[in-house]
């Protein structure tokens, strides 16, 4: 697909990135002295490198020169201390399961696996906190964290890293309610690329002291520094969950009782939309027995008595817009299960063309245009003959579509271009966005211009002032 490299100008043009700006001889310097550093926590093997790239979607693989598995913070200052001595790139590494090519080295350079940097240091129960180090993973710290009573809410579907989630500002089916990374994180340490290492904030729950540098490197996909402990929000398990489920007669009435639910002041905790050809993937893949009809899943917390309350409140709305089937239940079995199978859509889709590639879309709308952005997306994949099921977190606007491509049929292709570019600017001129949650990486960059204008040449002083040598993540975002 269309992996244009480029960047902002700070006349407002679009130039490419070069590789000259990397000596490749300057590179395998930087690596033998870092395989001489760290021994058998360097591996520059075949097979490491490819596991340490891009393998989620239509992204081709880049890989880089090295792999460094560091186990302390100590070892990431000192791998980004030498990377800086001879401007070689750095690319941080988590699991790897981001969707824009976060994790490509496309100027080669060392990978900082940080999978083995994944403690808890401290769960401070008072004040509702954690702080983690950047290779924990969410359902990880969620297991831990299942004795206090308390639970970390972002949920992105994958068993993502928590230093991943923080550098691509990550959400998921609960920001409805708890909001996204960036309204979760209270403070960051992180190794800038001069090697210092700096905490962003203290504990304290506000603060007006200074820049806000937390809310900076969030979201920055890696390209300012690399992350190294998180300290988090956390919430009280709620006494009760209830989930549901609701069959439309469209897709648009769906999404109209959306709106009208949120406007309403419905809490939900979640309100996933899936279209009929992605109910149709999940009960072929989780051999699931949903109604064939665009499908709304819910789930409410609270008290026994808010949750029975939030229900039939939303029953009523939904009937409103021809909502059906309705169903509620508190079983946790049955519950996990429904979720679960949401979670699966990813596998879901892949299976329904396996012989296609996987291209992942999130644009995100005001909650006020969202009935109008589906309508218009989902005439676009009829009337071009695309096989995307759509599925979204409607509940804050945003959604996804699947689309499966095969690479080898060109004018597939070309309609899928067509299609991405239609989508992504359909969002925009909506006064939406490009990417509500996976990031820019390589795959959104193209539209960084049209969404912000002249706010990206700011971005691009920020990021040559910080990281004056371009060594932090090259290639993604700017």
């Not at 200052?77 to 080295?105: D, L, M, R």
């Not at 954690?130 to 994958?158: C, K, M, S, W, Y």
């Not at 991405?420 to 939406?432: C, V, Y």
């Amino acid at each position: 697909i269309d992996l244009r490299k480029r960047v902002v100008n700070m006349d407002g043009g679009i130039s490419t990135w070069s590789e000259s700006d990397y000596s490749k001889e300057n590179i395998q310097l930087c690596v033998k002295k870092i395989k001489d550093e760290f021994g058998q926590q360097f591996s520059s093997s075949k097979s490491i490198l490819e596991q340490h790239t891009h393998t989620m979607t239509i992204h081709e693989p880049e890989l880089p020169d090295g792999v460094v598995f560091a186990e302390t913070k100590e070892d990431v200052q000192k791998v980004v201390k030498i990377c800086n001595e001879y401007k070689c790139p750095i690319i941080p590494f988590g699991v790897g399961s981001s969707f824009e090519g976060h994790v490509n080295a496309p100027y080669g350079g060392i990978s900082i696996d940080m999978n083995n940097m994944n403690k808890i240091l401290n769960v401070y129960q008072e004040d509702l906190l954690v702080v983690v180090q950047p290779g924990v993973t969410r359902e990880q710290l969620n297991t831990h964290l299942r004795d206090t009573g308390l639970f970390f809410p972002i949920d992105p579907g994958a068993n993502a890293s928590i230093g991943g989630m923080a550098s691509t500002r990550a959400s998921g089916t609960n920001a409805v309610r708890y909001g996204t990374m960036k309204d979760n994180i209270i403070s960051l340490e992180v190794v800038m690329p001069d090697g210092e290492i700096i905490k962003t904030a203290s504990r304290a729950r506000k603060s007006s002291a200074g820049y806000d540098l937390t809310r900076l490197i969030v979201g920055s996909e890696g390209t300012l520094g690399v992350i190294t402990e998180i300290t988090l929000k956390l919430y009280g398990i709620p006494e009760e969950i209830g989930a549901g489920r609701c069959t439309f007669p469209t897709v648009k009435d769906a999404t109209d009782a959306v709106i009208m639910t949120i406007q309403a002041g419905i809490p939900v905790a979640r309100i996933e939309l899936l279209d009929i050809a992605q109910v149709k993937a999940v009960n072929n893949y989780s051999k699931l027995n949903l109604p064939e009809s665009p499908l709304l899943l819910l789930e409410f917390h609270g008290s026994k008595s808010s949750v029975q309350e939030q229900s039939e409140l939303f029953n009523e709305i939904s009937k409103d817009f021809g909502g059906d089937n309705f169903e509620w239940n508190s079983n946790v079995e049955e519950r996990n299960r429904l979720w679960k199978a949401r979670h699966d859509v990813y596998y879901a889709v892949k299976a329904c063309r396996p012989e296609a590639d996987y291209i992942a879309t999130d644009v995100c709308v005001p909650i006020s245009r969202l009935s109008d952005c589906i309508s218009e997306t989902i005439k676009d994949l009829e009337e071009n003959d695309l096989f995307g099921p759509l599925v979204g977190h409607v509940g804050d606007g945003n959604f996804h579509v699947q689309l499966m491509i095969d690479p080898n049929k060109q004018k597939e292709v070309d309609v899928a271009n067509g299609f991405l570019e239609r989508l992504a600017h359909r969002a925009i001129t909506m006064d939406g966005t490009c990417t509500g949650e996976h990031g820019v990486g390589q795959g959104k960059k193209q539209y960084l211009v049209d969404e912000l204008g002249p706010a990206v040449n700011f971005m691009k002083l920020i990021k040559e002032e910080i990281d004056p040598k371009g060594i932090m993540n090259p290639g993604k975002i700017l």
